[in-house]
């Protein structure tokens, strides 16, 4: 972990990822992406097998049919695009992509989610010092996530999977989500944090010109975060709590 934390109460606003950082979503997504392209893989032959590595290469941080597009390209493997309204049976890259989504919407419904507790008690902080956050999400589904954990109020904006694809933003990690963020927030991306467990996500923030980029490292490795344009690592959003306390 970097000794040179940002102190978060101090900037002119905070734009956080969710699945991951805010909430443990990451690792239903995680189980979800796995089911899925582990029946493709076998009924298809698709070697070498699929691995958690290659969600975090591949996968993590992008809108849902550019992660799959972008795994089986790694696999030498090309699908027609389809459409958003395929049916998860489709073996088009829309179809992988839904028949993914119907798994995770199945365990989210049916477990709930929590935020981190780390993550709730940095969120309360920032709320009582009047810092202006917002969510800056590849997923569609952020808003039942939000919702689902009760942290909705605490951000002034959402962009999230169905923004990106009503205003055509490019998936991370392009900068397009975390510059269209900051306007929505209406702060200067310099003057103002980013928050990212996902190598695509650290970039897109990078490349958006933040004046910090967190990285969180829930399993892409600090190396990894920081070769993407991570300023600092935690592994826990407590640490930027305790910073603020110091």
Same mark, same amino acid.
């Given at each position: 972990?970097s000794?040179?934390?940002?102190? $978060?109460?101090?900037t002119?606003?905070? $734009?956080f990822?969710?699945?991951?950082v805010? &909430?443990?979503?990451a ?10 392209f ?5 009924r298809?032959g698709?070697? %070498?097998?699929?691995?958690?590595e ?9 809108k ?5 597009a ?11 695009w389809?459409?958003? &309204?395929?049916? %998860?049976?489709?073996e ?6 839904n028949?993914k989504?119907?798994a995770?919407? *199945?365990?989210l419904r049916?477990e709930?989610?929590a935020?981190?507790?780390?993550? $709730? #008690?940095l969120?309360e902080?920032?709320r ?6 917002g ?6 589904n *952020?808003g039942?996530v939000l919702a ?5 109020d605490?951000?002034r904006?959402?962009?999230?999977? $169905?923004?990106?694809?009503?205003d055509?933003?490019a998936?991370?990690p392009a %900068?397009?989500?975390?510059?269209d963020g ?6 200067d991306?310099?003057?103002a944090? #980013?928050v990212?467990d996902a190598v695509?996500?650290v970039?897109? *923030?990078?490349a ?8 969180v490292?829930?399993?892409?490795g ?6 993407a344009? #991570? ?7 407590a640490?930027?709590?305790? @910073?603020? @306390?110091?």
């Amino acid at each position: 972990m970097s000794d040179a934390l940002p102190d $978060l109460h101090r900037t002119t606003g905070v $734009l956080f990822d969710l699945d991951g950082v805010l &909430t443990p979503t990451a690792e239903v997504h995680m189980r979800a992406w796995k089911k899925v392209f582990d029946e493709v893989f076998a009924r298809w032959g698709i070697e %070498p097998a699929y691995t958690d590595e290659d969600y975090f290469a591949y996968v993590d941080g992008k809108k849902r049919y550019d992660g799959v597009a972008s795994l089986l390209r790694s696999r030498n493997v090309e699908l027609p695009w389809g459409e958003i &309204t395929d049916p %998860p049976e489709a073996e088009t890259v829309c179809g992988v992509g839904n028949r993914k989504n119907d798994a995770f919407i *199945a365990v989210l419904r049916s477990e709930g989610i929590a935020p981190y507790p780390g993550s $709730l #008690a940095l969120l309360e902080s920032l709320r009582d010092a009047g810092v202006p956050m917002g969510v800056v999400s590849s997923s569609k589904n *952020a808003g039942e996530v939000l919702a689902s954990a009760g942290i909705r109020d605490f951000f002034r904006v959402v962009v999230d999977g $169905l923004v990106a694809e009503r205003d055509h933003l490019a998936s991370k990690p392009a %900068p397009d989500m975390f510059l269209d963020g900051a306007r929505m927030l209406g702060v200067d991306p310099v003057a103002a944090i #980013a928050v990212e467990d996902a190598v695509s996500g650290v970039a897109s *923030a990078a490349a958006a010109g933040y004046g910090d980029v967190v990285g969180v490292d829930r399993g892409a490795g600090g190396a990894a975060l920081r070769e993407a344009g #991570a300023t600092c690592i935690v592994d826990d959003l407590a640490r930027l709590l305790i @910073q603020a @306390q110091n």
